[in-house]
């Protein structure tokens, strides 16, 4: 198969209806404080078995479409002893990885950071292939403040996820491009449609700068909502208008699919909010997720460290994985939670 029919069958698998993105490619320090709140130490053994045990949450490929690893995680064997991108395999889900070394302040813009990791890409994505990685992300962060993000930082972030889109699909792997405008702060949802918009606005410009094919690509961004401590929040119904007039200004109909990060909304919240945006209607795009937390808190609590709860995790997880599907066909409804 082709490189272009290989991203375009991983792209369809992807954002298959009823479907959607586990992000499961928290780096070792974002492990640690998700499982502090739990109460368990972040040992390599740890993270294995709790990987192990999510990845094997039996009819879990019914509701979840793709996975995205860390490269410790690709690296490991499951519980079984078995690589565990097979273990994904083996349930028809797509492994992927993440390949952004982090973000640290960036110099000249005061407030903003900038994500680090082109250098030696090629090579480190065409290991991750001969692996099994069918697609990749990238996050770039936005802080939102009366001064931030600043025209330099919206600019070189947005050049440097290009850079990155534009070597994965020269080796035949799927991009997840993401812009991620941080929920922290005091910020009315205005503040933040304005903020979304001039990051995708530029996104896009350095996109088409870089030659990257819009077809053969997925965007993962925020859901437009006002900052977590803003006096009023808004109401699903609220987000999905806030989003919706956005992303219909800025973002091409050619892209295939939009799949949101939760972005430290509550499961319930990410799941609702995803619900009305689909209730919509048609949109030139498939409407998806690609949830970390929103998807993985009620296992992680389940689990709290012990093999035994293993089932109870995997139960929590099947849940999550199943009401986030039924959100991504607009057929949710809270009485689902139960
Ligand atoms: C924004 O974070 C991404 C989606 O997760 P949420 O739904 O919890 O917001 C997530 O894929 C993130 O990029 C990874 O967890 C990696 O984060 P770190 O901080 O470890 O690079």
Redesign the pocket.
Known sequence: MSHQQDMEDTVEKLIHKGKGIL?A???A???AKRFAAIGVESTEEKRREYRSLIFSTPSLGDHISGV?L?EETLNQRSLDNKPMAELLLRQGIVPGI?V?K?KGPMANAPGDEITYGLDGLEERLQGYREQGARFA?W?DVYHITDTNPSRLAIEANAEVLARYAAVCQSLGVVPIV?P?VLIDGYHTIEHSAQVCESVLKAVFDALHRHGVVLERMLL?PSMVTPGKSHTTQANPEQVAEATLHVFRRVVPAAVPGIVF????QTPEE?TANLNAINQHGPQPWALSF??????QEPAQKAWAGTLENGPAAQSAMHKRAQLNGAARNGEYSTDMEG
């Open positions: 992000a490619d928290e780096s320090p974002t492990i995205i860390y993440k952004d982090g992300k996050r993401e991620e993962k990060l939760s972005g430290g990410a690609s949830y970390g937390r929103a998807l």
